[in-house]
Nanobody
Framework: QVQLVESGGGLVQAGGSLRLSCKAS????????MGWYREAPGKQRELVAT???????NYEDSVKGRFTISRDNAKSTVYLQMESLKPEDTAVYYC???????????WGTGTQVTVSS
């Protein structure tokens, strides 16, 4: 069975930092593209960052220079290091695993990030 479990969310002040983690099980982690998405109140879920098997990364414009996505294949874990957090970063953050060749896509259940002003 496949499971993606996010952790590391919480309440932080504007300008602060958080590191989110997503532990995957039941998949061949190293061949999956991993991503972080977020869903703010009243808004559609949006892509935050992705990291491919090669290590290539992609970021949503508003988080470029502030967020860093990384992965540890030995631990089957993807991270999102968030710096200089802003109130508009407040959202539920979701972990995603995707492997297009095998037409597989999985989601975690999310972790809440709240940034106070």
């Amino acid at each position: 069975q496949v499971q993606l479990v996010e952790s590391g969310g919480g309440l932080v002040q504007a300008g602060g930092s958080l590191r989110l983690s997503c532990k995957a099980s039941g998949i061949s982690f190293s061949v999956f593209t991993m991503g972080w998405y977020r869903e703010a109140p009243g808004k559609q879920r949006e892509l935050v960052a992705t990291i491919m098997s090669s290590g290539s990364t992609n970021y949503e414009d508003s988080v470029k220079g502030r967020f860093t996505i990384s992965r540890d294949n030995a631990k089957s874990t993807v991270y999102l290091q968030m710096e200089s957090l802003k109130p508009e970063d407040t959202a539920v953050y979701y972990c995603n695993a995707d492997q297009k060749l095998f037409a597989t896509n999985y989601w975690g259940t999310g972790t809440q990030v709240t940034v106070s002003s």
